[in-house]
């Protein structure tokens, strides 16, 4: 029988070995909470995919994007489901399609033309602000982190007014005019009255005049031990292409750049030059180990032929930004996660709509991701699994303009879908003479993009390819059908 003394060492020895444990699971949870890591988000506005050192461009010069693709996963075979920026920033918000959230134009009824012609700011504002429900009323990124322990600050591009209207706890963007901004952000009333032009307002001042905000922001966070979130979209290199005569001059005797490429790249390299501050920041004030960098572009832009009256300024190609097509919809998506995901080169077709799931897994929040549309890509980033080679990604286009909220079927003008080498877009809504909005298209058109990267011939009456083509229909309508919409 044992003695006493043996009884209360053998207590002593348990109570310790509770403590112990329990002090380990507080420690664990700690830790749990620590490794949330930090998200920088990097968006460039209006940006061919090609236009990159890393993406096969050699003569612009972007060396910090391209260092940072180096350490990334990098998607080169990236798309976006639409090819204008306020519904594709609003898939980067939200993880869905433009018709699911309603969000699939630049300007809510009635438009960007008819809030011009309004002579009073304040019904303007509540014109332009019943879009924002929109917005408000969706689970976004910003929102789901911010009520799991996140600070989360919206800087430069941002279409849904105050930036507490899509859950961010800090922001730039306030829905107010800025006076004396000449670069964009302001929209000026019939009769001269300044408002916001909803795109971003003071927010667009991020990378144009200064970064001081994201700085501020993250040394705040570091210092309380904070996990955050920077939504960094500066006005670039989106027009005007008004660079510091510095960017001009890296390409202004290159005999190999067009000239109405000047301006654009001048603005690319400005683009790039910030890119490279907000990275090195990060470096120095935070853990790389615990801060994922994400890089994608909000719809391309490609320089056309007809001059502009800002300096060496042209106005973009038809088949660029807006468009069904390569130019407009393509974008390379980069994500570094410093230990956790693998530098390599990722072929399998993805697309922006699976960055809010990616971001949201990093973060550990795997319910809300498990209902979005779109795929975690984490698994192939950190090199334990593979993509599909078979997938299908999809996408609309929409008039920059809508006539009424919450109906898309009535105002698609173009759905598409690629798959392998072949894509399919489809066309809808046509007017009395037959031409859907801007008129991409005469009808439904096929390409195979391994052949004809540039979308020249139409297959869609191909016998070779009847029976691609009826898959593709098939999967496009189960997808998403306007004409079945209830």
């Known amino acids: 029988m044992p003695r006493l003394t043996e009884l209360r060492f053998c207590g002593l020895t348990i109570y310790l070995l509770f403590l112990f444990c ?27 995919f090609r236009d990159f050192g890393f993406m096969g461009n050699q003569e612009i010069q972007t060396p910090h994007i391209d260092r ?36 699939h134009y630049n300007h809510p009824p009635p438009g960007n033309s008819a809030f011009n012609k309004m002579t009073s700011r304040r019904e303007y504002e509540s014109t332009r602000s019943q879009a924002f429900q929109l917005i408000q009323n969706v689970a976004t ?43 964009g952000g302001n929209r000026k009333l019939a009769n001269g009255t300044l408002a916001a032009h909803g795109n971003g307002d003071w927010g667009l001042k991020i990378g144009r005049e200064t970064m001081q905000p994201i700085y501020d922001f993250v040394k705040d ?36 750049v067009a000239k109405n490429e000047i301006a654009y790249y001048a603005s690319c390299s400005q683009f790039d030059e910030t890119v490279g501050e907000l990275v090195q920041f990060v470096e120095q004030e935070a853990d790389s180990e615990n801060t994922l960098f994400l ?69 550990g929040q795997e319910k809300p991701a498990a209902k979005l549309p779109g795929v975690n890509l984490l698994p192939s980033a950190q090199g334990e699994a593979g993509l599909p080679e078979d997938r299908a990604v999809y996408g ?6 809508a006539t009424a909220l919450k109906q898309p079927e009535r105002e698609v003008a173009h759905r598409w879908i690629r798959k392998g080498n072949l894509k399919l877009i489809t066309s809808h809504n046509p007017n009395a003479q037959g031409k859907t909005w801007n008129n991409y298209t005469s009808g439904d058109v ?20 009847a029976e691609s083509l009826a898959e593709l229909r098939r999967l496009l309508d189960a997808w998403w059908n306007p004409a079945k919409a209830d």
């Open 22 to 48: 329990l002090l380990t699971c507080c420690q664990t949870g700690v830790s749990e909470a620590a490794r949330q890591p930090n998200i920088v988000m990097i968006i460039s506005d209006d940006q061919t």
């Open 68 to 103: 940072l693709a180096q350490q990334s996963a990098r998607y080169v075979n990236g798309y976006l489901p639409t090819s204008v920026c306020s519904p594709s920033l609003a898939t980067l918000l939200t993880g869905l399609y433009p018709h699911q959230s309603g969000i």
């Open 141 to 183: 990124l910003p929102r789901i982190l911010a009520a799991n322990g996140y600070r989360c600050l919206q800087t430069g591009k941002f279409w849904e007014g105050h930036y507490r209207n899509a859950g961010f706890t800090e922001g730039m963007t306030i829905f107010e005019p800025v006076p004396g901004q000449s670069f």
């Open 221 to 256: 966070c570091e210092q309380k031990s904070t996990p955050w979130l920077v939504w960094y979209a500066p006005y670039l290199p989106h027009q005007p292409h008004d660079s510091p005569r510095k960017y001009f001059d890296l390409y202004r005797n290159n005999p190999r």
């Open 295 to 363: 890089f994608v572009i909000d719809n391309g832009w490609t320089p056309g032929e007809k001059p502009m009256k800002p300096r060496e300024n042209f106005h973009h190609t038809k088949a660029s930004k807006r468009s069904p097509f390569e130019d407009g919809l393509r974008s390379p998506i980069l994500i570094r996660w410093d230990g956790h995901t693998k530098p390599a080169t990722h072929t399998a077709l993805v697309s922006s709509i699976d960055i809010v799931p990616t971001l949201l897994h990093a973060a």
């Open 396 to 401: 609309e286009v929409f008039p920059g303009d």
């Open 446 to 465: 096929l390409f195979d993009l391994e052949d004809d990267p540039g979308e020249t011939k139409n297959l869609i009456n191909d016998s070779d390819s």
